[in-house]
């Protein structure tokens, strides 16, 4: 008996949400405790903790377009943008890092998962839509809705709604919230410098 045919996109949405978000929110929480482990509030300091929460901002509006609103030609768009300024922004975080602190082995690895997977997730998107994607280059005609912001339909469940913000809330945005009021607690005071 052969296993029933499994669509290509509900595998690709499995891939998504299964194997490539909880591995990006993974690393992103293995990337924290680096930047904990090498005194980041008393080396790099503020500033490259800014960074990483423009980088968690950069890449959270592509993730609640793909959970809330429809893939066409404009939030492609936006997506596309979002994961290049995020890999623009990574450069730059690293760059300005590496001559005010160590950046371990580890850490250099775990950078090499919060690279890629970004560009991972934005190409399964585009493969999900493909005509979407066609009309943004304009190598078909876009219809008549593709630069316009819509409401997802069918919406995803809420309970996988819920999951991914929840997921995201607490091993993406937090860990870097907290980074950046620990490092602002670190400063020395105006008047000390």
């Known amino acids: 008996m052969s296993p029933a045919a499994v669509p290509l996109d509900a595998l690709l949405w499995g891939l998504l949400g299964s194997v490539v978000l909880p591995l990006w929110l993974l690393a992103g929480l293995a990337d924290y405790w680096a930047h904990a482990r090498s005194d980041i509030a008393h080396t790099a300091g503020l500033h490259e903790s800014a960074l990483h929460l423009l980088q968690t901002a950069q890449i959270g509006v592509p993730v609640l377009l793909v959970l809330l609103a429809r893939i066409n030609a404009l939030t492609l ?36 998962f919060l690279n890629v997977l970004p560009l991972a997730a934005l190409a399964i998107v585009i493969v999900l839509h ?17 630069w316009t912001l819509q409401w997802r339909e069918p919406p995803f469940e809420r309970a996988v709604i819920a999951a991914v913000l929840v997921a995201s809330l607490l091993f993406g ?17 105006a008047g000390s410098r």
């Not at 596309?80 to 250099?108: K, M």
């Not at 945005?173 to 005071?189: D, H, K, N």
């Open 77 to 112: 768009a936006v997506l596309i943008l979002g994961v290049a300024a995020h890999t623009v922004t990574a450069y730059r975080d690293v760059r300005y890092a590496a001559a005010r602190r160590h950046i371990s082995p580890f850490e250099q690895f775990v950078h090499n």
């Open 173 to 189: 945005l937090l860990p870097g919230v907290i980074e950046f009021v620990r490092t602002l607690a670190a400063r020395p005071p």
């Open 130 to 146: 493909w005509p979407a994607f066609q009309a943004l280059l304009a190598l078909a005609e876009a219809p008549p809705n593709a």
